[in-house]
C-alpha cells in the first residue's frame, strides 16, 4: 500500500510536476519579480490541493448517492395516489361529465331577458344564454341560488343551455 495522499493520482501529480520545471517554484505565470505571494508555487498548490480535495468529495458523495438509490429502490412502478384509470372507467368517467357548468343566473341589462353565464366543460369559454321570460320566472330564487353554488340542474334552463351549447359546438 502506498504512503501517497488519495487525492495524488498520476494525472495530478504529472500537473504539479508540469507546472513546477514551468515555474521553477517561483511565480506560476513565469514572472521574474513577481509581488504577488499567492502567485508563487507553494502558495498556489496548497489552494489547488484544497480544490482538488473538494472535488473528490463531491465525487465520493455522488458515488454514494448513486449507491445507495441502486440498492434501496424497486422496480415497482409509480402510480397515481388515486389509482389509475383503465380504457373502460376512463370512458365511463369523461362520458358522465357535464358539458357545462353553470356560473351565473341573472338578468341581461341591455336586452332585459334572464340570461345564464355557462362555462365550457375542459375549456376556458364562457357562454351567455338567453332564457325564457316565463321558465325563468317560474322558478324560485332559492332554487336558482342552488343551481349556481351546487351546480343543480333545473330542467327548463338546462334544455335552453344545452341546445345552446350544441349550437356553439356545431353539433
Not at 489547488?48 to 458523495?61: E, G, K, M, S
Given at each position: 500500500m502506498s504512503n501517497y495522499p488519495k487525492w495524488l493520482t498520476s494525472p495530478r501529480k504529472t500537473a504539479l510536476v508540469a507546472?513546477?520545471?514551468r515555474s521553477r517554484g517561483f511565480c506560476i505565470f513565469g514572472q521574474s519579480q513577481c509581488q504577488y505571494p499567492e502567485h508563487h508555487y507553494i502558495n498556489f498548490i496548497d489552494d489547488?490541493?484544497?480544490?482538488?480535495?473538494?472535488?473528490?468529495?463531491?465525487?465520493?458523495?455522488a458515488e454514494l448517492k448513486a449507491e445507495s438509490k441502486l440498492l434501496h429502490t424497486t422496480s415497482d412502478r409509480y402510480l397515481p395516489i388515486a389509482g389509475q384509470?383503465?380504457?373502460v372507467s376512463k370512458d365511463i368517467f369523461f362520458t358522465t361529465q357535464p358539458c357545462y357548468y353553470l356560473l351565473a343566473l341573472g338578468m341581461n341589462a341591455l336586452t332585459l331577458k334572464p340570461?345564464?353565464?355557462v362555462r365550457l366543460a375542459s375549456s376556458f369559454i364562457v357562454l351567455w344564454v338567453e332564457l325564457d321570460k316565463v321558465a325563468y320566472t317560474s322558478i324560485s330564487k332559492s332554487k336558482k341560488r342552488k343551481a349556481v353554488r351546487y351546480h343543480k340542474r333545473i330542467e327548463d334552463i338546462d334544455k335552453a343551455v344545452n341546445l345552446a351549447v350544441k349550437h356553439f359546438r356545431g353539433e
Open positions: 507546472l513546477f520545471n489547488l490541493i484544497q480544490d482538488w480535495q473538494a472535488d473528490d468529495r463531491q465525487q465520493r458523495f384509470f383503465s380504457g340570461c345564464a353565464k
